[in-house]
């Protein structure tokens, strides 16, 4: 997914929303508006369409309800969670980690979907209580559509397959079962892909019997649903072709740096004519490591500008670049890198710089090691594919 617009922090969690969440609104705000003259008639269309659009944003806000619990369940177990996010399909809670055990991996997966649930039966129960009062059918109807809605939603979410919250759930209890929680998240990508056969085949049944908006969203999510599991268990063969590699092994050790104090000109006349690298340290007046400057940097200062604009205004800051250390897992820094789409990053030993993976360094390494384990392939071509 792209990055998001950011709304700020909820519950201390970083929030975002994605263009698409419009296109969710409209369908919403059609399908409801559309649905409300049988169960209110007589009422003028702009009624129907602002009871719509409070509709639509009440189920936005339900399923921000749902992910916020992921969110908060899971900071409780110890797992980072980097961002909320709301887009095309709903919304994801994005964690920076995964879960420590089975119990936890459980416990996250299912506070989802046990929320939809609860709101599908606090909105039934709102719109019955509506009903007994008096109160005008389009209100009794939008509270009657928010608990069906949900309903569907926890119900949809606890299929057995990656990556919904029911392929969470399997993956749990696989992980229980066998003891490895690696297979158990390989059945529960394979469960996922079964799922979205199911679910492209109904969208196709849908479509032949003239529901042609009903199939073609619903083969449209068993499509996303089969790429998104076909994914998963891709990067899972990646993490175990991985194992047992550090950092060590695939970084440029020992990097030539570069003076911060020097114009650009200079560093393409003194570094880049003549030097095979591509990305640098840059360092301060005693020596310590202020940012990283690459090709990518330099291209943004104008030529005009290059005698007079220094390498350390040009580079980017330090506290910017992603860091790693010599002996962590090289599968570690490489999900780092995916989840904040950095393409390079320093490696520093006690402080000193001892080496830089660039996307260079990362695609080499991969090569090399399908040209050695060509059995590892179709893995190694994965986790090249996520470096670039």
């Given amino acids: 997914m792209n990055e998001g617009i950011p709304l700020g922090r909820v519950m201390d969690f970083p929030l975002s929303i994605d263009w698409s969440v419009l296109v969710i609104m409209w369908l919403f705000t059609w399908s409801l508006a559309a649905t409300l003259p049988d169960a209110a008639p007589g009422r003028p269309s702009i009624a129907y369409w602002l009871a719509g659009a409070c509709g639509a944003a009440v189920l ?5 309800a749902h992910e916020l619990t992921h969110a908060v369940v899971a900071r ?3 797992v980072e969670v980097l961002e909320v996010k709301l887009w095309l399909f709903g919304g994801i809670a994005r964690l920076g980690g995964e879960a420590k055990t089975p119990g936890a ?10 929320t939809s649930l609860l709101l599908a039966a606090v909105f039934a129960g709102l719109a019955a209580g509506l009903r007994t009062v008096g109160a005008d059918e ?3 109807a939008v509270a009657w559509w928010l608990a069906g809605i949900n309903l569907i939603l926890g119900l949809f979410n606890l299929l057995p397959g990656a990556p919904l919250d029911g392929g969470r759930i399997l993956r749990a209890y696989l992980w229980r079962r066998h003891g490895d929680g690696m297979r158990a998240a390989v059945g529960a990508a394979r ?11 109904l969208g196709l049944l849908e479509f032949l019997a003239g529901s042609m908006v009903g199939g073609v969203w619903m083969a449209f999510v068993g499509w996303f649903l089969f790429t998104a599991a076909r994914d998963e268990e891709a990067w ?3 993490r175990r072709s991985l194992t047992g590699v550090s950092v060590l092994d695939v970084m440029t050790a020992d990097p030539h740096t570069a003076s911060g ?4 000109e200079e560093f393409i006349q003194q570094y880049l004519l003549g030097d095979r690298h591509s990305a640098y340290p840059v360092t301060g007046g005693h020596g310590a490591v202020t940012g990283l400057i690459s090709l990518t940097e330099l291209r943004r200062v104008a030529p005009d500008q290059r005698a007079t604009t220094l390498v350390r205004d040009a580079a980017i800051p330090r506290d910017e670049v992603p860091v790693a250390d010599p002996h962590e897992p090289f599968v570690a820094l490489l999900e780092r890198l995916a989840r904040t789409g950095g393409k390079r990053a320093l490696v520093l030993d006690a402080g000193r710089v001892a080496g830089i993976v660039t996307t260079s360094d990362i695609t080499r390494w991969i090569d090399v090691r399908r040209l050695a384990m060509p059995e590892l392939a179709g893995a190694l071509r994965f986790a090249s594919e996520r470096a670039v």
Avoid at 105 to 114: L, N, T, Y
Avoid at 261 to 264: F, K, L, N, W
């Fill in 191 to 201: 469960a996922g892909r079964r799922v979205a056969y199911a679910l492209m085949g």
């Fill in 76 to 78: 409780r177990r110890g």
């Fill in 105 to 114: 991996e459980f416990r996250i997966a299912v506070s989802g979907p046990v």
């Fill in 261 to 264: 104090g020097i114009s650009v």
């Fill in 236 to 238: 899972i063969q990646t």
């Fill in 138 to 140: 389009i209100v009794v």
């Fill in 60 to 64: 936005l806000a339900s399923l921000l």
